[in-house]
């Protein structure tokens, strides 16, 4: 409780469990509502703050720096909002009913209880990744949802001088993968379960994309999902029973929540 001029006002601590979009814009508001507060965001990851909408492109090189995909530091912010900013830090538990959270720093192991007066939790979404037959014999399959995703298909398509890929899905995030592994001269084969990429725009303009992938010789396969991997990822038979050979191949196929935390909370 802090007095002022007259005043009593009630500060409490605010506890956010994750960053980048949701929790660290979270932060950044609640610090402008109220100066007094005590915020503490935890993240898992190392980065708090990206451009989750640039990491295809830098996987491209057309955004040629990484450090441009960095919005903000821990430091950075933590100081300029007065924010306690712990990165490295999972979220492992929550009790409702005490109030607290269980936390664990990721890179020591070590797990402390932390209290809160209100919680948010923005832990956002993973990547779909269903249960394909051979998935577990490979190490050249990738979904793309972070900075360390990133880094790890940028230095496999270097290391392994990628010539052929494959992206399995036609929403956003494959497309620009697409288009960005095109760029690197990878011969893409896109494979949609649909009739047409882009399923929420009229089929009608999803034509005009069907040719432009055409003019950059992208092979386009509609109407045919992804059933399983053969040779350890280096090839793809789909339900149709056509194969693929490819090189790597990015699951493109959607989210899910990430609300397992809140599941297991009974939230």
Known sequence: MIEKEGECKMTRKIVIIGGVAGGATAATRLRRLNENDEIVLFEKGEYISFANCGLPYHIGGTIKNREDLLLQTVVGMGEQYNLDIRNFSEVTAINTKNKTVTVKNVKTNETYIEHYDKLIISTGAKAIIPPIEGLDKTDNVFSLRNIPDMDKIKLYIKEYKVKQATVVGGGFIGLEMMENLTKLGVQVHLVEMSDQVMP?????????????????N???????????????????QLTSGKLIDTDLTILAIGVTPESSLAEEAGI
């Open 218 to 236: 992208v092979n386009l396969t509609l109407g045919d999902g992804l059933k399983a991997f053969k040779k350890n990822g280096k090839q793809l």
């Open 200 to 216: 929420n725009i009229d089929f009608e303009l999803a034509q005009i994309l069907h040719a432009q992938m055409g003019l950059h």
